[in-house]
């Protein structure tokens, strides 16, 4: 009888230490979370990045207090080691407010516009070229450079409303925005418009990131 009560509490002993461990763990974790939902320190960091040092573009002012202020506040947080490490990243510039207008029977109609990151300057004096319209690489391809060549291409993709988690939508038009400059290009285009990357019907034009490409659009 003594021998299987020691087995027995061996067995039990096998059991318990993992799930102890496992609410010891539990325990941490959401001790995390009430921290992080009672005293809300992200938000007030967000806060300082978004609305006290702005908008931060890569080897803009911006950046550097943003790297700055991140250090300072880990530092203050007690972490073992903070340090900054020297990188080389690209800097794009916007110029001055971006203009564009649609020539309809002859009218100037005003066109809501807002230059990609990465993108091409336009040329000092503008650009009025015809618009050609897709909504994909493939239909740009099947029109070829003898209707696309000199030519300003309109990528006109809906971004789709169905998807529940919303960034799915986003992944599946993002390429043209990213890429699209580079495909026209490749067929001899002047210039590139994407429709803004949103579910939203208004006039409000969204800007986003341009990859790098080579003609000069």
Known sequence: MLKKFYYVCFFYGLVISPLAAQTSDEAIFQSIYAESLQNQQAYAWLDHLCNQIGGR?????????????????????GVDKVWLQPVQVPHWQRGDKEVGQMIVQGQ???????????????????????????????????????????????FNKIMSP???????????????????????????????????LTTAYDDFPHTGRSEEHTSEL
């Open 57 to 77: 573009l890569s080897g803009s002012p911006q950046m550097d207090k943003a790297i700055e202020f991140t250090k300072a506040e880990l530092e203050k947080l």
């Open 108 to 154: 100037p109609i005003s066109l809501p516009v807002c230059a990609l990151g990465g993108s091409v300057a336009t040329p000092a004096g503008g650009l009025q070229a015809e618009v050609v319209e897709v909504q994909s690489f493939d239909e740009l391809a099947a029109l070829g450079a003898g209707r696309v060549s000199g030519k300003i291409v309109f």
């Open 162 to 196: 169905l998807p529940i988690e919303t960034f799915e939508a986003y992944g599946q038009t993002g390429n043209i925005r990213r890429q699209g400059a580079s495909e026209a290009a490749k067929y001899g285009a002047v210039g590139v418009i994407v429709r803004s």
